[in-house]
């Protein structure tokens, strides 16, 4: 039943997506063509320079906004299917919530996943049209030229462990964060359902609570371990000046707590979802 759960995810959620995804290769492929043509001409024409500089400037913000949008879309996907007016179809489906949760959260993780890899493709595209270089070719040239043993060496080093596991464990903190973006995002909107006026408000309320809350609690365990606070996924970091964790205690620390903090805001979504539903 989880199969077909997932199924349906992605069926509500790539139009919409992939709409998103076509934006931004239209823009890549505008941008291309104006910027080309207005340097490759000795006097191009105004309309063409304006053209190019809008080109630019959407390319830039779809750029910066996809990722925003990707998860605007899930949570909104989200919001309409557990507590809109599909919501009723939803709860009375035959599988348990944990199933329902957990197709949300594989359906997620695999859009957030593919919104970096479509950016990551458009801009290698962008870049290699514009420099005249093969980018995807020098990438793989730097890639096959790398001191593999060196990368080894610093992983056994500061992680204690292999390459393989270290790139693992990468691979892993990447989509345990992720995870818990949409875990803390659900709660919220899960929470702010119990109102039966002013929902967005209240659930906007929560996550700034919910956000404090979690903050705090990583300070104060970072002041006793010694730890550093740089933000984004590896957000713990050893200070080698004072003794405390090495590198791959720190990592092991941020995993544990994130899933402490998954698993909290897992169980008040299903919680609220199955005790207090409130459609509507």
């Known amino acids: 039943m989880l199969g077909k759960l997932i199924k349906h995810e992605f069926k509500d959620t790539y139009k919409l997506i992939c709409v998103y995804y076509a934006v931004l290769g239209l823009l890549t492929i505008l941008g291309i063509i104006t910027v080309k043509g207005t340097y490759s001409m000795q006097s191009a024409s105004v309309l063409l320079r304006i053209l190019m500089v809008i080109s630019v400037a959407a390319y830039s913000v779809m750029m910066g906004i996809l990722g925003i ?17 599909r919501g009723y179809l939803t709860h ?5 919530k944990g199933e329902i949760l957990a197709s949300k959260y594989i359906v997620s ?10 950016m990551f493709l ?3 595209i962008y870049g290699s049209f514009l420099s005249g270089d093969n980018l995807f070719h020098m990438l793989f040239a730097e890639i096959t030229d790398l001191q593999w043993q060196s990368i080894d060496r610093f992983a ?22 992720v995870m818990h973006l949409f875990s803390f995002l659900w709660a919220a909107i899960s929470i702010g359902q119990l109102a039966n006026e002013r929902r967005k408000p209240l659930a906007i309320f929560t996550g700034i609570i919910l956000w ?9 365990i970072q002041d006793i371990l010694h730890l550093s606070y740089y933000g984004g996924i590896m957000e713990m970091m050893v200070e080698t000046a004072i003794p405390g ?13 994130t899933l402490a903090f998954l698993s909290i805001e897992t169980f008040i979504t299903w919680f609220i979802s199955s005790k207090k539903l409130n459609l509507a």
């Open 69 to 85: 949008v990707t998860i605007m879309v899930l949570c909104s996907q989200f919001e309409k299917t557990m507590y809109g007016d």
């Open 92 to 96: 009375t489906l035959p599988v348990k």
């Open 109 to 118: 993780v695999v859009w957030c996943i593919a919104s970096l890899f479509v």
């Open 122 to 124: 458009s801009l290698m």
């Open 156 to 177: 056994q080093e500061n992680f204690g462990c292999g390459l393989i596991p270290f790139l693992l464990l990468a691979i892993v903190t990447l989509i345990v964060a």
């Open 212 to 220: 404090f809350a979690e903050f705090l609690i990583k300070r104060a």
């Open 245 to 257: 964790p090495r590198a791959d205690q720190a990592i092991l620390l941020y995993l544990i707590m």
